[in-house]
């Protein structure tokens, strides 16, 4: 219970970055649906589509559609009731069919179509770790969600590529402090990692030790290098460039201002001082890398 009150906190600051970000990518979506209870955003790519829902939850979680000639795949299906109907309204007005629903980490209301998982996330969602979790969600949300999915899911081993409706989807390892997270590269030009690299102070769920630095800053380089567009996320939605080149100059600076100071309060004066406008709470983070 206490993993899930520190992410719920966690996401009240996560929802006010996320929310600034997502508004940044106006101009350069192709389309824009008018916004209900989440917010709709399509991008052209070569060979398919990419529809981004924001869902402006209290995690402001992230779900996205890839639309191919022939069927569809979606990816991280909302976990609210009002955000899973409005999901699948828009799946419905594309009139095609949905061919996988990959899931790393946010296993929503997907319960009628086939699952796909990286390597790993099937037992880790059965875990304690993870079922602790949803289960505290349960107790906070109650029949605001969704009920969850209980077939059982392909799992595709890291290091591999997979081709849904057209597009190729190559399936690498995040971080490895989120173990058992993917890193997948969408037809070449759209990569996915468990959190977008969007401009803000890092959560301690996603940074929570001196040892995760060196890993979130191997895995955000790797992304970077892969030459995608944009980049995506279970939170935070969709980024650009920009944006993962500003995260591993964060990065580094995190890395030499834990080198420098003693403590966790001198560091969060330290990088207070180094991103005085960048929103998000450093305490937290500052105390788990001090532990």
Request: charge should be negative.
């Amino acid at each position: 219970m206490k993993r899930t009150i520190i992410m719920m906190a966690a996401a009240a600051i996560l929802a006010t970055g996320c929310k600034n970000n997502s508004n940044n990518q106006n101009d350069t979506a192709m389309s824009t649906q008018k916004e209900s209870v989440g917010q709709f955003q399509a991008y052209e790519l070569d060979g398919f589509k990419l529809h981004v829902y924001n869902s402006n939850d209290v995690m402001y979680d992230a779900s996205y559609i890839i639309e191919g000639r022939d069927g569809l795949v979606v990816m991280e299906y909302p976990l609210f009731k009002v955000n899973a109907a409005e999901f699948a309204e828009y799946i419905k007005a594309l009139g095609k069919p949905v061919l996988t629903d990959i899931t790393d980490y946010h296993l929503g209301g997907s319960d009628t179509l086939p699952l796909t998982m990286p390597e790993g996330m099937p037992a880790f969602i059965e875990g304690p770790i993870y079922g602790g979790m949803m289960k505290g969600f349960a107790e906070q949300f109650g029949e605001t969600m969704v009920d969850l999915p209980t077939q059982k899911a392909a799992e595709v081993p890291f290091g591999s590529t997979q081709q849904y409706a057209g597009v190729d989807f190559r399936f690498d390892r995040g971080a490895s402090t989120d173990f058992p997270g993917a890193m997948i590269l969408i037809g070449g030009q759209v990569c996915y990692t468990h959190w977008a690299p969007y401009q803000m102070h890092m959560s301690p769920l996603q940074m929570g030790s001196a040892a995760a630095i060196d890993a979130e800053l191997e895995t955000t380089k790797t992304s970077l290098a892969t030459g995608a567009r944009y980049f995506i996320g279970g939170h935070g939605g969709l980024v650009e460039k920009a944006a993962v080149e500003a995260r591993i100059a964060y990065l580094e600076k995190v890395k030499q201002i834990r080198a420098e100071c003693k403590n966790a309060a001198a560091f969060a004066d330290a990088l207070a001082k180094a991103y005085p406008d960048m929103p998000g709470d450093i305490a937290p983070l500052a105390e788990a890398l001090y532990k």
